[in-house]
């Protein structure tokens, strides 16, 4: 009973770490949540009052939220930096009050030079938005000169507080974070096999579901991996070790994802396209090739089955031979001999799995040295050799950063003055609704641009925090009527509406607007300035400040959706060149090249350009074709970095795996690949660039028949080409939407 109680604990661990990778959502909301706790129970033995107790929570909850260093030493500094800052904000603002010109001037100084500081990292950032927030506490609990000595206790004793709970009570190294990740991959990769084995098992009425399964937990793994990725650095013990890990969850990943797409095509009528896993509402395969039940399709579900548990099996719990003849058995199907008897697409599926189990053991390796080999097979020893192998290869040095913009071209500048021009907007019409609660429409204006990038983006943000404030205005009219003046009941409720904001907030920023918004009804309910009128008056002063936001988006300095899109879509396609042109060309016996960092450029520039197109892929836009034209080039784009990230990982493992050898070939197959990518990116910058898209015989022409004793590296060869011929495939699909012209074919 004690071994399935902790079995049944650590599925319910996986399920909480693969629904929030690194557990970062919940350290921030128990972190914030924890601050302003002690906070209060320190002011409540002081004896303060209920005005400086919410001065307090508020204060706590700046300081903790605002520091996003990831070394601790860092965040130590740029919290003690931050005291001062506050001290002086509030003092400017308790000195201002009774001075309405100055006051709404100064204001706006802060707002836009809180916005500029964003330029110099996040130590910038973070003093900037505490130096705002405490502006905007003395607001709104109408701070004056005569309180400011006890204010600066409070707001002392909440940046101790928060020290206290970020160091000693809810500490959190990039050690830990990374991993906290690390786990996450591993149930994400685990739920993913998991949807693989329902696509497999699918009917025909399931293959829509069972496809969007495998399309969510495709997506997800890509995202943990992302995550992990930007946590590397700090969290390693030094760059060798951040590489060896970024190349091992870069093999397990592209493994995975084969491993999906070998299964579609297993199920299917033909082979199945890479766009279909990418592409949400893209047909549906017909499911007519794999029988339902059979020995070969019974094996092959328990060996997902398998590699799901070899996949999910904590670090430590692997030692027995149980484990060890699973990953044995998996590994096994490496070799052609272990193949079972069946058809191709079959085989390739039992040789994605081969694959996906050696990806497991590599990270593994990686992450928790060495392993016990006294339970080896041929086919295990031969995959740690490969292992070994690559880990020798993997070396070298970051690339330098481009140059950055100067000027109003500075996109912390642009938005510095953006805001300043939003919020001066604000301040005048806030003034007309409200001349006690006008900084409403001030705040709203300053948080629509926050983590924004053009007109668009901060149409739909504008949009959703009017939703959640809506939302949370009828949930505080009635908490309110329900708490009355329950204070410790109201702060209890506050709590547990600051994690659900913190929890909540990356997934839905509509949420975490709501209960930003009750929980003010609530500290309203505590300063006894709480009505139905005041809550309605916050609607109104979001709703203006959302409107200025993108009165000014839209007129000072505009940077339009369109445009935006565009630039980001130029660097996916530069980032795209870069892989694609150094893979082939280390592949074809060139010189080694950065490919690992190319890749994670090119990840990263893409998640950039899915971020922006959010706008035009909103379900509420009217523009239905451009918004299914949006989706249909980024899931190309995916297409297009997925079969890239394959011949980078590849092109990676030379000159020492003993599989693997250079194929001058290769060269010219991605000759014609790397220019259709820069007549596409040059027809992007300027619409009336001259160049054509190259077409001509397929790439996978270039497979030579196979014959009895090929070389092993023959295959892995061919493999390439059948990845050169998917992104040649893609990158002429990619075209055809953004409108480059592609000669007829010759008849």
Known sequence: ???????????????????????????????????????????????????????????????????????????????????????????????????????????????????????????????????????????????????????????????????????????????????????????????????????????????????????????????????????????????????????????????????????????????????????????????????????????????????????????????????????????GYREEENLPDASDAVQDVFRGIGEAARAVLGLR???????????????????REELDAEDVAIGGSEEAEDAERTGLRRPTTRAAVQVAVGSSLAIIGGEFLSSQRWYWAVLTCWIVFLNTSSTGEILVKGYRRLLGTVLGVVAGIGLAGLVGHHTWTAFALVLLFIFAMFYTAPLSYTLMSFFVTAMLGLLYTLLHTYSASVLVLRIEETALGAACGVVAAALVLPVHTDRRTNELLGTVLARLTDVTEAAVDQLSGGAPAELLDKARDLDQALADLSASTQPLTHPITPLRARRDTARFVVALLETCAYHARYLAATAELLPTHPSIAADPRLRDAGHRIVHNIGVIGAHVADGDAIGEIETGPSIASLLRPGTPGTPRYGRVTDRVLRHLQRLDEAVVGLARPLGVPIPAPSK
């Open 1 to 331: 009973m004690r071994a399935a109680g902790r079995a049944a604990w650590a599925r319910v661990w996986d399920r909480v770490a693969a629904s929030d990778p690194g557990l970062l959502r919940l350290t921030a909301g128990l972190r914030t949540v924890a601050s302003i706790a002690l906070t209060l129970a320190v002011l409540s033995l002081l004896h303060a009052s209920v005005p400086h107790l919410v001065a307090g929570a508020m204060s706590a909850m700046v300081s903790t939220f605002a520091i996003r260093e990831k070394q601790r030493a860092g965040q130590a500094v740029t919290l003690a930096l931050g005291l001062p800052v506050a001290l002086a904000s509030v003092s400017l603002s308790a000195l201002l009050n009774s001075r309405v010109v100055a006051g709404d001037v100064f204001f706006v100084l802060l707002i836009f030079g809180a916005v500029y500081s964003r330029r110099f990292g996040d130590r910038g950032t973070a003093l900037g938005l505490i130096g705002f927030q405490i502006y905007f506490l003395s607001l709104f609990i109408g701070a004056t000169v005569s309180a400011l000595p006890r204010l600066y206790g409070v707001i002392g004793v909440a940046f101790v507080c928060s020290a206290l709970v970020r160091f000693a009570l809810v500490p959190e190294t990039p050690t830990g974070t990374l991993d906290r990740l690390r786990r996450a991959f591993r149930a994400r990769f685990a739920q993913l096999v998991t949807a693989q084995l329902a696509l497999l098992d699918a009917g025909p009425d399931d293959m829509e579901k069972a496809l969007d399964d495998v399309r969510e937990g495709t997506a997800r793994l890509h995202e943990t991996a992302l995550l992990i990725q930007g946590r590397l650095e700090d969290g390693t013990s030094d760059e060798a070790v951040a590489r060896l890990v970024q190349r091992r969850i870069a093999d397990a990943e592209i493994a995975a994802e084969r491993l999906g797409l070998l299964l579609l095509t297993a199920r299917s009528a033909e082979r199945g396209h890479t766009l279909t896993l990418h592409l949400p509402g893209a047909p549906v395969p017909s499911a007519d090739r794999l029988p339902v039940r059979d020995g070969t399709t019974d094996t092959l579900r328990h060996e997902l089955e398998a590699l799901r548990l070899l996949v999910l099996r904590p670090v430590g719990a692997d030692s027995g031979t149980g484990l060890a003849h699973v990953r044995n058995r998996l590994l």
């Open 365 to 383: 390796i990686a992450v928790d040295g060495p392993q016990d080999e006294s339970e080896d097979t041929p086919a295990t020893t031969r995959s």
